[in-house]
């Protein structure tokens, strides 16, 4: 089992930044790879960011390339995401998530556990 919790949400105008943070505890967190998900009122959760187990290998969805950046600290179990030049199209509930598996990925159902989502709301 993992337990994930994130933190870090909250409202920011346009073009500011926000950094999330996601703590991990269960398994060796250096085991697994890890992505964000996030979710808009009214539509279906989608990609942000993977990143392998290494933390060698990022992926990002396009929408978001260039202003948010994933990385790990396995010394301390934790997931980050820096988020700059925000939009208000940003605003969602972001999700941490921890694989079965070592390598990156975009798809949702390749990640086993869920954090309960972190609210950013970026005003335009």
């Known amino acids: 089992q993992v337990q994930l919790v994130e933190s870090g949400g909250g409202l920011v105008q346009a073009g500011g930044s926000l950094r999330l943070s996601c703590a991990a505890s269960?398994?060796?967190?250096?085991?697994?790879?890890m992505g964000w998900f996030r979710q808009a009122p009214g539509k279906e959760r989608e990609f942000v960011a993977s990143?392998?187990?290494?933390?060698?290998?990022?992926i990002y969805a396009d929408s978001v390339k260039g202003r948010l950046t994933i990385s790990r600290e396995n010394a301390w179990n934790t997931l980050y995401l820096q988020m700059n030049s925000l939009k208000p199209e940003d605003t969602a509930v972001y999700y941490c998530?921890?694989?079965?598996?070592?390598?990156?990925?975009?798809?949702?159902?390749?990640?086993?556990?869920w954090g309960q989502g972190t609210q950013v709301t970026v005003s335009s």
């Open positions: 998530a921890a694989s079965g598996v070592r390598w990156i990925s975009s798809d949702s159902t390749s990640y086993k556990y």
């Open positions: 269960g398994r060796t967190f250096s085991s697994y790879a």
């Open positions: 990143i392998s187990a290494s933390g060698g290998s990022t």
